[in-house]
């Protein structure tokens, strides 16, 4: 197990790097910050020269891969961190320096099944993206296929073991100073953004991702994903058809290739609800770095790294909650918050729907160029939080992907209104699940899954029914030994004084993060 001492030099060595890319100003300007981590993110950034102009993805990628990952959930959240900081973390996407090809080629000749002489006639040595984790090339197979080749960066497994047992460790004693720190649940974050990452680190996961996606979207016109070549998969290595397409971002080539902007952006919002409301099961990484388009219109796909799943009770409700703010109906959508036990029992349903009426009426029948989702999102978390709402780590995903959607949206087409686009869709699905026949349907299903069930609800009634709610099971939290415990002190080396750097550099590298997920 690392020491105390370990995690305190990572921390400091943390902190200090951030404070010299100026990364520390919006922490001691934030009041919803303890007063001692404000006090403490001082001492981090003494004698550092501060930039007029924080450099956040310099701070990131100086840091390493679990702070990149971090870096690139806070480029989703430009309605906490600002437009600047956002636009700044973009380039953790997909313009990192990329890792020698010669390292990168012994990835891909040791991870397959055959060398890599046998399965490719040819690997271009400059990669067409580098991310955190792995960087792609463009190759030919054997057949002459030309084909996209994603390889882990080498070393990347370990290094970010290493990191991201920090960020356990530092999240652990966040938590552990009760309060707002509690509410946010950091230690359930982390270990959500391990699970997410973990994935993303075993290739074949991916590829599985993206085939299962492949599958649910294939009656959604418009919309597609790369085949897999899984003869040339591995953990290692994921091998996958080449697209011939603009990156959406690119604007003027798009209008000069004739695309109608307009056209993209709704198709770009009704495929991300069908993928999560109808599916369960959606594309947790639309960065505009991800999506092309096709020169006859068709928006593909790329990176499945991480996915996010919703259950079907969950969709209900979340269907419901998109319609109720749609149509003003917010004693519904309090209802659904408390019925989904989000906000505990101790509190008035219709007090929390005026709460929410307060933020949706002002965003009803406006375009998303004059109000956006992001800060409808952070006021309705604002108002969740005086009715003691603990962060839910199983939304957050969601949450930051319908960001994403309405970021790439309204750059296409500023003029589009997200809630006109979203509510027949989700008009339509409710209609369809809720329905008459479908109620019928899911009567007679649930009572033949009864009739199957009798045995074992006879012998353990208690672990056969379903538990009330609306969040799953959190994932098991890591265990950590807080550094001021006595027993645990001893032999440190570490003084008072070095203490409170580390806890400076924490309140830097940690909480900011974990203030930014929720």
């Not at 009041?31 to 993805?57: E, H, I, M, S």
């Not at 973390?89 to 997909?94: E, G, R, T, V």
């Not at 101790?346 to 009803?364: I, K, Q």
């Not at 009634?461 to 645990?488: F, H, T, Y």
């Amino acid at each position: 197990m690392t020491s105390h001492t370990t995690h305190l030099w990572r921390l400091i060595t943390w902190g200090r790097t951030l404070a010299r890319h100026g990364a520390l100003q919006a922490i001691e300007s934030n009041r919803n910050l303890p007063l001692q981590v404000r006090r403490l993110c001082r001492v981090a950034r003494f004698g550092t020269f501060q930039p007029k102009v924080p450099d956040y993805a310099g701070a990131f990628t100086a840091i390493g891969p679990a702070a990149i990952k971090l870096g690139q959930t806070l480029a989703t959240r430009p309605d906490i961190i600002g437009t600047e900081a956002a636009y700044n973390l973009l380039s953790l996407q997909d313009q990192l320096p990329p890792a020698p090809f010669d390292k990168v080629y012994a990835e891909i000749d040791t991870s397959l099944n055959k060398p890599a002489a046998e399965l490719f006639s040819h690997i271009d040595p400059e990669p067409v993206g580098a991310a955190s984790i792995a960087q792609v090339h463009k190759a030919i197979t054997n057949e002459g296929k030309q084909v996209a080749v994603k390889v882990l960066r080498p070393g990347i497994r370990e290094q970010f073991a290493r990191d991201i047992e920090t960020y356990e460790w530092a999240a652990a004693h966040l938590e552990a100073l009760g309060g707002e720190a509690s509410r946010l649940r950091p230690q359930l974050v982390i270990a959500n953004l391990k699970r997410w990452t973990l994935r993303e680190l075993d290739l074949r996961r991916e590829a599985a991702s993206a085939s299962e996606l492949k599958e649910a979207m294939a009656a959604i016109p418009g919309y597609d994903i790369p085949t897999i070549d899984w003869d040339r998969t591995s953990g290692r290595v994921m091998t996958l058809e080449w697209i011939d397409g603009i990156k959406i971002s690119n604007m003027e080539a798009l209008k000069a290739a004739g695309h109608d902007l307009e056209a993209l952006a709704k198709k770009l919002v009704l495929t991300f609800l069908h993928q999560a409301i109808a599916e369960g099961c959606f594309h947790a990484d639309m960065h505009q770095g991800n999506l092309f388009v096709k020169s006859d219109g068709t928006i593909v796909a790329i990176d499945f790294g991480i996915m996010g799943r919703i259950d079907r009770q969950a969709r209900v409700w979340l269907a419901e909650i998109l319609y109720g703010l749609t149509t003003g109906n917010y004693k519904r959508v309090a209802q659904i918050h408390f019925d989904a036990q989000y906000v505990p029992n101790y509190h008035n349903v219709d007090e929390f729907a005026t709460a929410l009426r307060a933020v949706g009426e002002p965003t009803r029948g406006k375009p998303v160029s004059e109000l956006s989702v992001g800060q409808m999102l952070d006021s309705l978390f604002a108002i969740t939080r005086d009715f003691d709402m603990q962060t839910q780590p199983h939304l957050l995903l969601l949450q930051k992907t319908m960001v994403m959607v309405e970021g790439i949206a309204t750059s296409l087409y500023p003029g589009i209104n997200m809630w006109d686009v979203a509510s027949p869709f989700v008009r339509d699905w409710i209609r369809g699940e809720l329905g008459p026949e479908a109620a019928i349907a899911d009567g007679l299903k649930k009572q033949a899954e009864t009739l199957a069930l009798v045995p074992d609800l006879i012998r353990r009634l208690d672990q056969q029914l379903p538990k009330k709610g609306g969040a799953p099971e959190p994932p098991p939290l890591a265990p950590v030994k807080l550094i001021w415990d006595k027993s645990e002190r001893k032999g440190s080396g570490f003084g008072t004084a070095l203490m409170l750097m580390a806890a400076a550099a924490f309140g830097a590298g940690a909480l900011w993060v974990v203030q930014t997920l929720s």
